[in-house]
């Protein structure tokens, strides 16, 4: 770009893009530990709540849409409820 402000925007969207990936990678790793079996059910109570608290806070922060954040807690709180029920 040969405009002053597109070139501000270009370096703006790469840092934002890196800001928001970073977040992404950090909320897969919680999400997915959450969905590892555990065998004490204090422990899994604790990822959930650990995986709810980071998906807020990726949606507070723009990097996921809300909408998207209200369906995964969700989905995990389902499967969650469905884990302390069988035992």
């Known amino acids: 770009p040969n405009i002053k402000s597109q070139k501000d925007r270009v370096a703006q969207s790469k ?3 890196a ?3 970073a977040i992404k990678s950090n909320l897969k790793t919680v999400v997915k530990k959450q969905t590892l079996p555990s065998t004490a059910m204090p422990e899994q109570g604790r ?3 650990a995986a709810v608290s980071a998906l807020d806070a990726a949606k507070n922060k723009g990097a ?3 909408n998207t954040a209200a369906r995964k807690i969700s989905r995990m709180a389902k499967r969650n409820n469905k884990a ?3 035992e």
């Open 64 to 66: 996921i849409h809300k």
């Open 19 to 21: 800001h928001n990936k």
């Open 15 to 17: 840092k934002e893009a």
């Open 84 to 86: 302390a029920a069988a």
């Open 47 to 49: 990822r959930h709540q």
